[in-house]
């Protein structure tokens, strides 16, 4: 795939952790294991502003559909609030352990994180109470809900649609719903994946969610059934996966793990964003750029431009020209998106 | 216990259990007959000699063992006896060693088992006739070539699976089929494609036919390695462990007997299974210690499967007649110091030839002067320098043993024997040193054989040439140079530098002259497409290159009659074309198909184990499949036998092959739109299902919301959409307009 343009490669000085776009799609966030947050102009590439504070590896980056607020979660086992436009930090929670991912509702009222399984202490699953009146520092410390998930620990989660209920990914490949009230595990599919699942992104209407995995493959799931609906089968690790908007594609990034990349050649590396569609899962195409394994993808919510976060500290924000749009590789097939 | 006796108790079950069995056999006892005829005073001293001649031979019995039965009425001995044995495996050993054995000058023992005389006593004496084995028909075993569509196969090794394929249009590259063989080597063509051969631990299997079935085993027990002859007749196996026959095992024509014991290579019958002759590896007077690689195949076969020869480095080569294995001639061929010998391969037409003869022979006509004889086999030898005498090359006919041509050369390292496969040329590839033996030059000697007195052309080159290949039925070849200072020294990561040359005949001038040259490639194998014409150089085992170069080098010429019209009319070396390069990380392995149409590369674990796999592609570089498999391990095309229409047959093909061609040419447009509209049929029902989940996934999701999330939904209609419409004065003038 040749349609592309890029606009902007973004440096962080370290590797890649997680990038998302605002609702909007004109800021891009992104955190690295150089304890940074940035906020990018994403049709540009210029840098907005910074965020500050952490100290550790940022793991995670979420930000709300009004771009006022964002939380951070990271290895200094903290997990904070700031406000987007002045880069200040409102309130910081402090766990026991890092802060693996976090995830605002869909109405802006809840966060979820996860906390890493280390030290003696569980993996833990809490949801926050948003205070979006005054300045946003008046947070409540304790969380609303807290429950440790039984079994394989937590590495992925989203809200869904129905009350009260989460999916997340685990370390052994299981995808699951958590009612958040009690813990209990509602529904799971044990053999969604058959490695750790890396990344989870839901569909713009949450009925459906894409989950990549170290397994070399990616799904999408209905999210009510947890039914696989989809398989991605490629021949890498798969760091992230995201659904383009607009276009029945899906984007796959992965890699060879970075501790071998050294032994094998660029070409083998296999570091390429994959374009598979959706409905087929076939390959579609790829775009090449990083000189690392790709950590993380996200696309714009408009679907006119997409961005990849590497393990080589780039960040490459590319948009799709028009021929992406008018292309019908397939032939005229409506499909719904 | 009150009310219950001894008896009423069942013990049955703990009876059975505890059962002893007596070992009521006679496996253990044997007759032996030939025994002398005594009285009673000389018993005591036969049974001793008896057991003293047994347990010379390393059984050891005692007198007591030992039974003699009497004659009451004479008082004499019957002339036999008993003896019973510790176990059965000493009687086995008695019988082995002592039937038949002279016990003295008028005696001799004949010993059987017990248990078989009693058998032997029970038989019955009517002849039988025994039943006719209802004749069934055996499988056609070169059905494959009969495929319709005219495919190829090709078999795949990966793990523990073999798999057999076509290899045809997309819809047609099925699976042929799918054998459940376990515990094997690896897996081996047979030259003509009609067997295939497994590796066991027990030896070797083929397996044809359409069923697949087994044809034929062959029990050389941890078999390594196995070399067809070139008209699948026989088969060469041969294992690192020399042959050792245990005590009991199975004795026929089809197994070792006690003579092949310590030799490594067997030769066997392939129709029969009968093991024909077995050979060492070891030479007697080898140098211990040193010890050099063995050469394989071991045994070289003449092209006609007539004589196998075996090469005695230094003293001789041995030529052996078929069926019977006996030396040709009673005698070996004596030549000192020979190092390496090749037969010279039969044309298509000696072919031809060879089968006129028979026919000849058979009708029995006397018409000899009509046809042709055949061309006797022929086979060339070297010799190194040795003091005051050159190295020499000899071409030898056989088995007439005339000397046909011989030439000297000087400061030679070592000779290469190259037969372009018609056996219309012969290269002898000459490594040379300088007087001062630091640096190597090649030399080629090229003998054209076809042609009266043998004539010999020098083709001199300053670099080493690495490899060296015929062009199939051609008049070309190609060479790989390399002038490298890394060249023998190689290490991780270096890749060597080469050039690659092609040369082609002359005709004018009877000699070869180079066609052109490539320089500075990494490319080190060349592969001849079997039918000519193209050629692919590839990097293969290197680590950081791995490019295939596709090459035609007649592009000018058109294809109808190109044989025939083929003078030099054009630029010398303009019809060479590179026709696309591609490239396949990590492949070990490069082999054409039998029509020459398609290539095959794959990367086997067996070298490494990255990105294990292996890929089609057409002459022209166009990657057809590729396909990368964990653990993959061999790729073999199923090699054709020769086609069966005469010259004139295929002359015409080519001549109306647009007639042909266009039969196919329908049936390809026919495929393609068979295959789209099931491709367009399946999107189209996968799209069909994927917009339904959607559009039950929206009305699922806007009913519950308009339940659950009332509020939200009423806060999303409470957005309306206003439109302001703002008037702003920014100026005013006024005018008066006059009247």
């Given amino acids: 795939m040749s349609t592309n343009r890029v606009t902007a490669t973004p440096r962080h000085e370290r590797s890649l952790t997680q990038i998302k776009f605002n609702a909007e799609g004109d800021l891009l966030f992104s955190c690295s294991k150089d304890h940074i947050i940035n906020v990018w102009y994403s049709h540009n590439g210029e840098r907005l502003g910074t965020y500050e504070g952490n100290n550790g590896t940022v793991w995670t980056v979420d930000v709300d559909s009004e771009s006022r607020f964002m939380v951070s979660g990271a290895a200094d086992n903290t997990l904070r609030l700031w406000a987007v436009a002045t880069g200040k930090c409102l309130y910081t929670w402090e766990f026991p352990t890092a802060v693996k991912r976090v995830a605002f509702k869909d109405d802006d009222s809840q966060i979820v994180c996860i906390t890493e399984q280390r030290m003696g202490h569980q993996c833990a699953i809490r949801v926050f109470n948003i205070n979006r009146d005054g300045d946003g520092t008046n947070q409540s410390k304790e969380p609303l809900h807290m429950f440790n998930p039984i079994g394989s620990k937590a590495t992925v989660c989203a809200f869904t649609l129905t009350p009260n209920i989460i999916i997340t990914g685990h370390e052994s490949g299981k995808v699951a719903l958590f009612n958040i009230k009690n813990g209990d595990e509602v529904d799971n599919n044990e053999r969604a994946h058959g490695d750790v699942v890396t990344d989870l992104q839901m569909s713009k209407d949450s009925t459906y969610c894409i989950t990549s995995s170290k397994d070399k493959s990616a799904r999408i799931h209905d999210t009510k059934t947890l039914m696989v609906l989809k398989t991605f089968t490629t021949e890498t690790p798969l760091n992230s996966a995201a659904i383009a908007p607009i276009k029945p594609y899906v984007l796959l990034g992965g890699g060879q793990e970075a501790m071998n990349v050294t032994t094998t050649s660029l070409r083998q590396g296999k570091f390429e964003t994959r374009f598979w569609h959706k409905v087929f899962e076939e390959e579609v195409g790829r775009v090449k750029g990083h000189f690392g394994p790709i950590n993380t993808i996200a696309v714009h919510p408009a679907g006119t431009a997409y961005a990849s976060g590497g393990e080589d500290g780039f960040v490459r924000v590319h948009h799709f020209d028009e021929s992406y749009f008018r292309a019908k590789p397939y032939g005229d097939l409506e499909i719904a998106d | ?739």
């Fill in chain 2, 1 to 739: 216990m009150p009310g219950t006796t001894l008896e009423d108790i069942d013990y049955s079950d703990i009876e059975a259990k505890y059962q002893v069995y007596y070992d009521d056999s006679f496996d253990n006892t044997l007759v032996v007959d030939g025994v002398p005829i005594i009285d009673k005073s000389k018993l005591e001293r036969l049974l001793a000699k008896v057991a003293k001649e047994f347990s010379r031979k390393g059984i050891a019995i005692k007198p007591e063992d030992i039974f003699m039965p009497w004659d009451e009425s004479t008082g004499k001995s019957k002339g036999f006896l008993f003896i019973d044995f510790r176990n059965v495996e000493d009687a086995n050993l008695a019988v082995s060693a002592l039937h038949n054995h002279p016990f003295d000058a008028k005696h001799t023992f004949k010993i059987n088992r017990f248990t078989d005389i009693e058998r032997f006593t029970d038989l019955d004496e009517t002849y039988m006739e025994p039943e006719l084995e209802e004749y069934s028909s055996r499988e056609h075993l070169r059905a494959w070539l009969a495929d319709p569509q005219g495919r190829d196969q090709y078999v795949t090794y990966r793990g523990e699976d073999v798999e057999v394929h076509w290899h045809g249009k997309p819809s047609q590259s099925e699976l042929a089929h799918k054998p459940d063989w376990k515990d094997f080597l690896y897996v081996a063509w047979s030259p003509l494609g009609t067997y295939i051969a497994t590796l066991h631990r027990q030896g070797v299997r083929l397996w044809g036919g359409p069923s697949w079935k087994p044809q034929q085993r062959f029990a050389h027990p941890l078999v390594k390695l196995i070399d067809f002859s070139p008209c699948e007749q026989y088969l060469v196996t041969w294992s690192n462990e020399p042959i050792v026959v245990p005590e009991g095992a199975l004795q026929g024509p089809q197994y070792f007997s006690p003579d092949d014991e310590g030799n490594n290579i067997a030769v066997w019958d392939i129709k029969s299974g009968d093991l024909l002759r077995t050979f060492s590896t070891t030479n007697d007077n080898e140098t211990p210690g040193i010890k050099k690689q063995m050469q394989w195949p071991a045994l070289k076969w003449s092209p006609d499967d007539k004589f196998v020869a075996r090469i005695t480095p230094g003293q001789m080569i041995s030529v052996h007649e078929l069926p019977s294995m006996y030396l040709q001639g009673k005698k070996s061929l004596k030549i000192d110091g020979v190092v390496d010998f090749e037969w010279c391969p039969h044309g298509d037409k000696d072919k031809e030839d060879a089968e006129k003869d028979v026919k000849t022979a058979i009708n029995g006509s006397g018409s000899k002067a009509t046809t042709k004889k055949a061309r006797e086999n022929m086979l060339v030898y070297w010799t190194p320098e040795v003091i005051n005498q050159p190295a020499r090359v000899t071409l030898l006919s056989f088995p007439s043993r005339a000397i046909l041509r011989q030439k000297n050369l000087f400061n030679v390292t070592e000779c290469k024997l190259y037969w372009q496969n018609q056996g219309d040329f012969l290269c002898v590839k000459v490594d040379r040193h300088t007087k001062t033996k630091k640096s190597i030059f090649c030399n080629l000697e090229i003998f054209r054989v076809r042609e009266k007195d043998y004539p010999v052309e020098v083709v001199e080159l300053k670099d080493t040439v690495t490899d060296f290949s015929w062009e199939p039925k051609g008049e070309r070849f190609a060479i790989v140079s390399s002038s490298d200072p890394n060249l023998g020294n190689p290490g991780p990561g270096i890749t060597i530098k080469t050039d690659v040359s092609f040369y082609q005949l002359e005709h004018g001038k009877n000699d070869f002259k180079l066609l052109r040259t490539l320089p500075s490639r990494t490319s080190n194998a060349i592969r001849w497409s079997p039918r000519g014409r193209h050629v692919v150089l590839a990097t293969v085992g290197s680590s950081s290159k791995s490019e295939l170069e596709f090459w035609d080098l007649d592009f000018n010429l058109e294809d109808a009659g190109r044989r025939e019209g083929q003078t030099s009319k054009e630029e010398w070396g303009s019809g060479i074309q590179l026709l696309g390069t591609a490239d396949h990380y990590g492949v070990t392995d490069v082999e054409w198909d039998p029509s020459g149409r398609y290539l095959a590369t794959s990367a086997s674990a067996w070298t490494h184990t990255l990105e294990n796999g292996f890929a089609i592609w057409d002459f022209r570089g166009q990657e057809l499949t590729k396909q990368i498999q964990d653990r993959f391990k061999q790729f073999i095309w199923r090699p054709r036998p020769v086609t069966l229409l005469t010259k004139e047959q295929q002359r015409q093909i080519r001549k109306n092959l647009r007639e042909y061609s266009r039969t196919f040419d329908e049936d390809d447009a026919a495929e393609e739109s068979n295959v789209s509209a099931e491709l367009i049929a399946l999107r189209k029902r996968l799209v069909d299902e994927w917009n339904a989940w959607r559009a039950l996934c929206k009305k699922e999701s806007t009913d519950g919301r308009g339940q659950k999330h009332g509020k939200a939904r009423a806060a999303e209609e409470e957005k309306e959409e206003i439109e302001v419409w703002v008037d702003e004065v920014i100026d005013q003038i006024e005018e008066e307009i006059l009247e």
